[in-house]
């Protein structure tokens, strides 16, 4: 099948944050298999040198992986150095450590967010952002309905559940996480908007991410839950009754995408 056209030619330079993760990791080979070089950030370079050691090894070797350390994604000019010179930038990074107080995930989520927004506009060599958000920004799971999606939902009733007072006990950590992606998918389209930068921007929100994991360190997660499920360990997947089944609509009324999220079928 012939490649999709594009405006960023192979052998430019396409930043992804966050490398070392799952779904940027997968990012990354897709670029340098397609003929792109990839410059990665990460936060710990120890941590993360199976990426230039092991599996893209030969590809960090020919000069075409290299990998940038960005110890706080949230700091001003965080991103600087690492833009220099890229045709597009895929943000996958996030805070993911599942705090229950809003305090220590949203704001940071969100100065992450627009950190490498503001550092795109100051380099004139960036054609494209993309931003990795999730379902959750768009709707609470409700295993009793069905929600109807569209470009302007958000998940209102997870910003109030998130930043009610405290306590903050461990049952509304996954509510701040939800309130996080939907603040910063908020904050992009909002600079978008306010800016019209010189390059174009696209989020992309997906629900469950499964499939191969590239390096032993994904099967080691609480959420790799393919493995689980193959070792006979559901209990370890529990979480999976509260990620809803969803499905696209096309509606040529409106020329755009819209989703329905429904609560998915369980045995």
């Known amino acids: 099948m012939a490649e999709p056209a594009t405006n960023i030619p192979t052998g430019s330079w396409i930043l992804v944050t966050g490398a070392?993760?799952?779904?940027?990791?997968?990012?990354?080979?897709?670029?340098l298999q397609r003929g792109y070089k990839v410059r990665g950030t990460i936060r710990d370079l120890e941590k993360s040198s199976w990426l230039v050691q092991d599996v893209f090894k030969s590809y960090a070797d020919n000069g075409d992986f290299e990998l940038v350390v960005v110890p706080d994604l949230a700091a001003p000019g965080a991103f600087d150095d690492a833009i220099?010179?890229?045709?597009?930038?895929?943000?996958?990074?996030?805070?993911?450590?599942?705090?229950?107080?809003?305090n220590e995930v949203v704001p940071q989520t969100v100065a992450g967010a627009t950190s490498i927004l503001h550092a795109a506009l100051k380099e004139p060599s960036v054609k494209a952002f993309v931003y990795t958000g999730s379902i959750s920004s768009a709707a609470i799971y409700d295993s009793e309905k069905s929600v109807h999606v569209e470009r302007?939902?958000?998940?209102?009733?997870?910003?109030?559940?998130?930043?009610?007072?405290?306590?903050?006990d461990?049952?509304?950590?996954?509510?701040?996480?939800?309130?996080?992606?939907?603040?910063a998918e908020m904050?992009?389209?909002?600079?978008?908007?306010?800016?019209?930068?010189?390059?174009?921007?696209?989020?992309?929100?997906p629900s469950s991410i499964m499939g191969e994991a590239l390096?032993?360190?994904?099967?080691?997660?609480?959420?790799?839950?393919?493995?689980?499920l193959y070792d006979g360990k559901a209990g370890k997947a529990g979480f999976l009754a509260g990620i809803p089944s969803s499905k696209f609509i096309y509606s040529e009324r409106s020329e755009e995408h819209t989703s329905e999220l429904q609560s998915p079928p369980l045995s």
Not at 20 to 31: E, P
Not at 84 to 102: E, L, R
Not at 193 to 204: D, G, L, R, T
């Open 152 to 168: 302007d939902t958000w998940n209102e009733e997870a910003l109030k559940l998130a930043w009610a007072p405290p306590p903050y």
């Open 187 to 205: 904050a992009v389209w909002k600079f978008h908007a306010e800016k019209n930068p010189h390059f174009s921007v696209n989020c992309i929100d």
């Open 20 to 31: 070392n993760g799952f779904v940027a990791s997968h990012i990354t080979q897709q670029f």
């Open 84 to 102: 220099k010179g890229v045709s597009a930038i895929i943000h996958t990074a996030s805070i993911v450590n599942f705090s229950p107080d809003p």
């Open 215 to 228: 390096y032993k360190k994904h099967l080691e997660t609480p959420y790799a839950y393919v493995k689980a």
């Open 170 to 183: 461990s049952s509304r950590a996954f509510f701040v996480y939800n309130a996080s992606k939907t603040e």
